[in-house]
């Protein structure tokens, strides 16, 4: 890869079916290299075996089909696309779910995504931001893509995600963004996926009702959601499978880690250690960073702090061998402005590739919205 790269942009129209079966076709190679990289991982991390994988994968599809039985239809068609089985399909869908069995499990994704929320009253653009570094194992990076999903009956998506997941992190078309956090705690289960829940809140125009959605699914794991809407609302949503807390804006800023922040959740943190110190200092920087520049956050202002490298390995933008022995790097970066339907994206980590603007109703690939100027980082 080189400093200019960008991620495969598709566009993707119709019905949920359909929708599914264009993805799957257009992306059929790196949904099988995603499918073989999360079998693998699942038997040498998990020592679970590709049956049992699978077979636990289809345990979750009667909740989809019962409380959000579009995203059945485009998994459906993701299958036929790309010349998978259906089992395998679901399996994209649940790569934190299926390598869960015991509470330290949990733990091996404690030090992920670090995302922010900043409303129009802190920027000097007067419009409304929200993103974050998503850190993932490396090989995210090659198999991910930015997609616009255009269904007949709900809200144009605009996101990144790994190839054949039909959920991730993104923007819809009536100005409502959703970013997302690992979160760990004890209690994960069969149930309705927890990278759906993005998309669940995107299909609705108000933070409120987003939550409201949350709530009413009975969740099969814990995630931490970052969302913001046109007319002004932000908030983080913190939750468990039975439980959540919502923490609102302070002085119009939300920064969130890969812990738990609110009081009344505590009891459920299980992150320890070297993890939990990781989140803890990735949350403070950014959170100093966004109250420092309060009033001139822009998104060139927020591609500098998503490229800020301070306190190695514990950085916002975590690069290859920053920590030995661990796979996990900032393997994108995302900032939106959804009142103006618009995302930036780059290759991770991003302190070595430029963004790329991608809006809705695009027929081209991306241009860079920038020269990569080093000198300019955040240090």
Known sequence: ?????????????????????????????????????????????????????????????????????????????????????????????????????????????????????VLSEATSTGESLIGQNADLPAFYR???????????????ILMLTPAGQMSYIGINDRGMGVFANFVTCDGWRVGFPRYFLSRLALTHERVDDAIAAIRSVPRASSRNLIMM???????????TPTDDARIDPVNNLLAHANHYTADSLQAEERSTGRQLRNSQVRQARMETLLREHHGQLSPARMREILRDRVAIPDSICRADDDREGSDIITFASVIAEPGLGRIQVAIG???????HQYEFGQSSEPDSVEML???????
């Not at 090659?142 to 144009?156: A, G, M, N, Y």
């Not at 809407?229 to 939750?239: F, M, N, V």
């Open 1 to 117: 890869m080189t400093a200019g790269d960008a991620f495969p942009f598709h566009r993707f129209t119709g019905t949920h079916r359909e929708i599914g079966r264009q993805f799957g076709e257009a992306c059929q190679d790196l949904i099988r290299q995603h499918r073989d990289k999360a079998l693998g991982r699942l038997r040498e991390k998990n020592h679970i075996s590709a049956d049992r994988g699978r077979s636990a994968a289809a345990e979750y599809r009667s909740t989809v089909l019962e409380h959000a039985p579009f995203f059945d239809e485009e998994v459906q068609g993701l299958a036929e696309g790309a010349g998978i089985d259906l089992s395998d399909a679901y399996l994209l869908q649940l790569r934190a779910e299926l390598g869960v069995t015991t509470p330290p499990d949990l733990i091996d994704g404690a030090d992920e995504c670090t995302s922010f929320a």
């Open 142 to 156: 090659d198999i991910s893509v930015v997609v616009e999903l255009v269904p007949d009956d709900q809200p144009s």
């Open 349 to 355: 980590p991003p302190s070595v590739y430029q963004y």
């Open 373 to 379: 100027a080093v000198s300019s980082l955040i240090s």
């Open 229 to 239: 809407d046109r007319s002004g609302t932000a908030a983080d949503l913190e939750t």
